[in-house]
């Protein structure tokens, strides 16, 4: 159990460890196979992204990217029936950041799912960290129908009223999510975020918590600058077989019995070269997702964060209760300690009389009365928050571990692939020397 502190009522929890596209949607469908949340109502995909001109907050002309949701009704179209055409709406990448923003808020307990990176990360130097770049908005656009599937398929978050506006309300919607007053809890939560360094007996479970995803982003952001390193050496690879391709066909040209050779082996040379860039393309992919992870990081620290805030909150309502009954201690005794306030004054003016010390014990008793509901209220709490974060951390663990697998087990598939395809390019280039 953790630590009781100075009081029986201060909340404890006991000490537990924590212990490319397609995968990506088999992840989604292993989801939708379980019945989870809008998913079950409507099939929701992210259809493309296209430029968009319109005028920003201090009215001038902007580009942007409106990324296309389409959604429709989950039935079962009968065979040979016309299919529904799908309902569609177009957002920007800053509507996704306001409903993650609403949602965090509302929502304290729940590892909000993250958006992928607003600006390009961990990438190897060639590609372009452009946002309006064709491959770079594509990327995003996978990543925002993961965003977007997640919510949809999570258990609580399929169920918020403004989350079913954003995806079916082309209109109207941003003033509806305005209207909950969420910036208003939001600013006055940050005020108190300083909470977590005055905490006196943190739960070890959320310490436990906060340590393996403190460790978590370590390995994930060593293991993202080790690959964008490694992509930039086999950029280099594949284009010094560009320099055998361009050797092979120029040599060509003086030889007449090995000119054929060396000229089918420069092509096939200069055919392995230039696939690289598709090839480190097709790696971001792999790498994004586990960006996907680096990033959810940040979410489990913010509802750690938000425990300790409770925490905190509830160690202030006990602490104020103590102090209020030692006071009354005092005045029901009659000693007043003597270099307190209350002593001085006693000295100076006199002793208080005995209506006045009457009237002062029955304001305290209803102060510490009201100060002990306050610390029922904080109490319960910070128990309903720890069984709603807990059955969420849960949950989360359970997707990491599937998602991180199946990437990763992607990933080295690809490789093998590729490490194939250089084999096969010098074994054709064999074939070629063997007919010259």
Known sequence: M?????????????????????????????????????????????????????????????????????????????EGAMSVVPDSLGRRYSEFELLRTYLLVTYPYIIIPPLPEKRAEFVWHKLSADNLDPDFVERRRVGLENFVLRIASHPVLSNDKIVFLFLTEERGWREAVLETGFQDK???????????????????????????????????????????????????????????????????AIEKEMGDGLQSAGHHMDTYAASIDDILEEEEHYSDRLKDYLFYTDAVRSVIRKHELLQ???????????????????????????????????????????????????????SIQDGEELVKDKTAEC?????????????????????????????????????????????NAKECFNKM
Request: charged letters at 30%; aromatic letters at 8%; a neutral charge.
């Open 312 to 366: 905190y909150e509830l160690e202030l309502a006990i602490q104020d209760v103590a102090q209020k009954k030692h006071q009354r201690q005092e005045l029901a005794s009659g000693t007043v300690r003597i270099f307190s306030l209350k002593g001085m004054t006693s000295k100076i003016f006199g002793q208080e009389t005995e209506e006045q010390r009457e009237s002062r014990l029955a304001a305290l008793e209803q």
């Open 2 to 78: 953790a630590d009781s502190g100075s009081s029986e009522e201060v909340a404890v929890i006991g000490n537990t460890d924590i212990t490319s596209a397609e995968s990506e949607n088999n992840s989604i469908n292993t989801m939708m196979e379980r019945g989870m949340g809008l998913l079950r109502k409507m099939d929701i995909s992210l259809a493309e992204a296209e430029k968009r001109t319109g005028r920003n907050s201090v009215n001038m002309q902007e580009t942007y990217t409106a990324y296309l949701i389409e959604t429709r009704p989950a039935d079962t179209v009968p």
């Open 383 to 427: 128990k309903e928050f720890l069984r709603a974060a807990w059955e969420d951390v849960g949950r989360f663990k359970e997707q990491k571990d599937r998602d991180l697998k199946e990437a990763l087990i992607s990933y080295a598939i690809m490789q093998i692939s590729m490490c194939k395809k250089g084999i096969q390019v010098w074994s």
């Open 186 to 252: 939001a600013d006055s939560r940050l005020k108190s975020l300083s909470a977590m360094f005055r905490v006196k007996n943190p739960d070890r479970r959320f310490t436990t918590l906060k340590q393996y995803t403190d460790e978590l982003n370590t390995f994930i952001s060593h293991l993202l600058r080790v690959r964008a390193k490694a992509a930039d050496r086999l950029y280099g690879v594949y284009k010094v077989h560009g320099n055998y391709g361009r050797v092979f066909s120029e040599w060509s």
